[in-house]
């Protein structure tokens, strides 16, 4: 099969999704000749800022001269950059040739009598299928959900286990606590990694403490409170932290929080054998970019995308906006899924808005409505409007913003992409 005929065998395989567990990962990897055991991991899971710490930590890496695979989900503007070496998407031929070596492990599966894997499933043994091949000296995997039964969580050689901050999120599938969240998330902590954790909750930190003691694990804890911010615009952040200056171009209040653990990551590195100098981690710092988390896409007005999809996202961005646009005017689009905490982000965010426009999130079987967001909003913000289309919500932001405005798009990354095309008529390489 080709590329695209690939991509339609994914999409016909969603009807295998949605059961939890580790078999049929493990069953499809065994019939893949087990590529992981050929690999190196750092792995990351947690609420918020797993995605943008990865981007940090691969990019520096990168910078240090290490082959390094990256697998993150969901993705933005390419269904391809989910698979990336050193920064670059895997190419449709090698998808493809992947793919056909997978989907004839699945037919042995079923010959077998064994469950058929979800598209995650097959996505995640196809990138370690990549980077084995490709001699990849580091992968950093970001969990999709979860941690303990994450399909991620197959691994076995982890060397670097990093928690970003734990909030409540996907309760129905990872506990009704934050202990039992915590607890399921800590879950990709293996024998023998070192482990990373950001600023938590002091229950969270008490989770991951015992676990750590229990099984032997060294911790360290980042403490982006000793961060000194030297300087901060939505162009850059400058900041010292232990003896360190490090200067960052990704705006956001939370991105200084995101950056101290990475330097933590990074340490804990050098002293475990991989060698990253100083200008290394600088350069690496400033390469850095991370698509949908507080990404300024236009000026003149301002228009900023931002995936905050739960109450401790919503709480960060409300930061930003009020960091960067304490005065100026603002317009905002939401969409959401309907399994999140909605009215607790509407409450938040949306009493900052001078306007709100809900979108519902094209072709996804979670998306709530436009129609039911705007009841929801309304109770925090009159001013609130259901669009038809995300193209609609656009240009009416755009028009009520005018030129000195700022527009805001926020409540899930499923849309980004197509607001950054509208916005910017650029056109989606997939």
């Known amino acids: 099969m080709d590329y695209l005929q690939a991509r339609s065998y994914l999409i016909q395989a969603e009807q295998y999704a949605g059961e939890m567990g580790l078999a049929k990962v493990k069953n499809l990897l065994e019939k893949a000749g087990h590529p992981e055991d050929d690999l190196k991991f750092i792995h990351i899971a947690g609420t918020n800022g797993k995605g943008s710490v990865m981007a940090y930590v691969s990019t520096i890496l990168a910078c240090a001269g290490y082959r390094v695979g990256r697998y993150v989900s969901p993705t933005i503007y390419s269904y ?16 493809a040739k992947h793919m056909n070596r997978l989907v004839a492990a699945v037919r042995e599966m079923e010959q077998e009598g064994l469950a058929h894997p979800s ?17 990849c000296d580091m992968v950093v995997l970001e969990c999709g959900m979860g941690g303990t039964m994450d399909a991620t ?15 409540m999120d996907h309760m129905d599938y990872l506990g009704d606590t934050l202990e039992k969240i915590t607890a399921n998330k800590a879950g990709i902590i293996k024998p023998g990694a070192a482990v990373v954790i950001g600023r938590q909750e002091q229950q969270v930190e008490d989770v991951i403490w015992a676990l ?6 060294p911790l360290v804890v980042a403490k982006p409170q000793e961060a000194v911010i030297r300087e901060s615009t939505i162009e850059k952040q400058t900041f010292r932290y232990h003896g360190e200056e490090v200067t960052i171009t990704m705006a956001g209040s939370h991105q200084i929080e995101n950056a101290v653990l990475t330097l933590e990551c990074i340490q804990t590195l050098n002293q475990i054998g991989y060698t990253v100098t100083k200008e290394e981690i600088r350069q690496g710092f400033l390469k850095t970019r991370w698509n949908g988390r507080f990404t300024v896409i236009k000026k003149e007005p301002y228009v900023v995308v931002d995936g905050a999809h739960n109450p401790d996202a919503a709480l960060k961005l409300k930061q930003s906006i009020e960091m960067y646009f304490p005065e100026q005017e603002k317009i905002f689009i939401m969409g959401v899924f309907r399994d999140k905490q909605y009215d607790r982000i ?7 808005a001078k306007q709100v426009y809900t979108i519902e999130s094209p072709d996804h079987e979670r998306a709530l409505k436009a129609s039911e967001l705007a009841v929801a909003v309304e109770k925090y913000n009159a001013h609130v409007q259901a669009c038809k289309s995300i193209g609609e919500a656009v240009n009416l932001s755009l028009a009520g913003a005018g030129k000195d405005g700022v527009v805001i798009a926020f409540g899930s990354l499923s849309f980004i992409g ?3 095309r509208i916005v910017t008529g650029e056109e989606e390489n997939d």
């Open 80 to 95: 391809r950059e989910r698979i990336q070496i050193n920064g670059n998407n895997i190419t449709k031929e090698d998808f």
């Open 119 to 135: 598209p995650f499933e097959m996505e995640t043994v196809l990138a370690l299928m990549y980077f084995q091949e490709q001699g």
């Open 153 to 167: 969580n197959v691994i076995v050689n982890t060397v670097l286990a990093v928690l970003t901050s734990i909030s």
């Open 212 to 217: 750590c003691t229990e099984k032997g694990n």
């Open 346 to 352: 509407a409450e938040i965010l949306t009493p900052l």
């Open 418 to 420: 197509e607001i950054t």
